[in-house]
C-alpha cells in the first residue's frame, strides 16, 4: 500500500513547547502507523515535509518516502522573472535554502 500525503498538515506541531499542547505530527503519524500491511511496508510518500525528524514518528509496518518538488520548481523561476524565495521560518531556510542558491 503507497499514500501520497502531498501536504502534511501538521508538519510544524512535532514538539510540545507548551504543558498541556499536542503534537499533532506524532498524532497523524500514529494514525497512518495503524493502517493494514499488505504483506510488505506501508510507504508514506510526503513532500516537503517541514522536518525531517517527523519521519520517526511513524511505527510498525509504515515507513517514510519524503520527496521534494523544488527540483521541479528550479527551471520555472528564471523564466518567470523571480528574483528572490522567501522562506516562511527559519527551519524551512536552513532545509531548502541550499537548493536555491546560485552556485547551483
Excluded: W
Amino acid at each position: 500500500l503507497t499514500v501520497v500525503l502531498p501536504f502534511y498538515p501538521v508538519g510544524t506541531m512535532e514538539r510540545v513547547v507548551t504543558e498541556g499542547e499536542v503534537a499533532t505530527a506524532n498524532t497523524y503519524a500514529q494514525m497512518f502507523s495503524t493502517l493494514p500491511s499488505c504483506g510488505r511496508p506501508t510507504r508514506l510518500m510526503t513532500y516537503d515535509i517541514h522536518t525531517l525528524q517527523n519521519r520517526f514518528y511513524l511505527s510498525g509496518a509504515t515507513l517514510a518516502s519524503l520527496h521534494t518538488t523544488i527540483p521541479c520548481l528550479l527551471p520555472l523561476l528564471g523564466p518567470a522573472g523571480v528574483d528572490a524565495v522567501a522562506f516562511p521560518d527559519d527551519g524551512a531556510a536552513k532545509r531548502f535554502k541550499h537548493m536555491f542558491d546560485a552556485d547551483r
